[in-house]
């Protein structure tokens, strides 16, 4: 999962600029989110049957300003990665309570989901909705490559300076 994402305010929710999952109520196949504390959360499930698995960088976000956020899950791995502008971002594990990533299967078992929300969490008309501005946003069937996250960054770099923070 990849985009560019501007959050305008602190909020005292979790605020969901991606969110991908079945037709099941609160099975999320992945996301990403900005948490109460400003820090980016990434996670998923492989199956409905497992609990949503998720790591939180330790770096804090601002407000109004551009942000690229890709979130890299890899089943086969246990493994779940956050780049924020091209880097990789230091994580902890934010789910389960055991600290330690482990997918049921190393694929997910829905590869048609029956839905996705961009910019808002939950279903209406309860859901939460991202206060903020998304862009370009691109969901991969298979994890990228640190190079190619770079260059997804460089590319976007121009469209998303900081004088256009506020365009």
Do not use: C
């Amino acid at each position: 999962m990849s985009m560019w994402v501007l959050k305008n305010s602190t909020a005292a929710t979790i605020r969901v600029p991606l969110f991908i999952g079945t037709g099941a109520v609160g099975y999320t196949r992945a996301g990403i989110a900005f948490d109460v504390a400003e820090k980016i959360r990434v996670g998923g499930r492989a199956e409905n049957t497992e609990s949503f698995q998720s790591v939180t960088t330790t770096a804090t976000f601002l407000n109004n300003k551009w942000y690229h956020v890709v979130g890299v899950i890899n089943y086969a791995t246990d493994s779940i990665t956050v780049y924020v502008d091209g880097v990789i971002q230091l994580t902890t594990v934010s789910a389960p309570p055991s600290g330690v990533i482990n997918f049921t299967a190393s694929v997910t078992s829905d590869v048609n989901p029956s839905y996705a929300a961009l910019g808002m969490s939950g279903s209406p008309p309860g859901g939460e909705f991202f206060n903020g501005k998304i862009d370009d946003v691109r969901v991969y069937k298979s994890a990228l490559s640190s190079a190619q996250i770079q260059q997804l960054y460089a590319e976007g770099l121009g469209e998303h300076s900081l004088t256009q923070n506020n365009q």
